[in-house]
């Protein structure tokens, strides 16, 4: 059993990309078209993941995503919006 964990794990992860992939808005993927990640992936498995992983993968400014930075996060928590109750 110990022998195939190795194979598992990199299925297992192989898959997680691949379904990340395919879920990725287009223009929120990084270096590569997602096509070419997804082709990336499954032609060299445990490379294509760990590459994905680290320069592929969509991050909350590639995505336009502002919500952390400068903005609070409730209601209550804004400054602003407490002075006009």
Known sequence: MGRYLPIV????????????????????????????WATFIICVPLIGAVCWLLFGRPTAESRGDRTGRGHPKAPDDDVDFLRGL
Do not use: D, H, K
């Open 9 to 36: 794990i990199v299925a297992l992860l192989t898959i997680y990309c691949v379904v990340e992939v395919a879920q990725a808005q287009p223009f929120a993927v990084r270096r590569m078209p997602r096509w070419l």
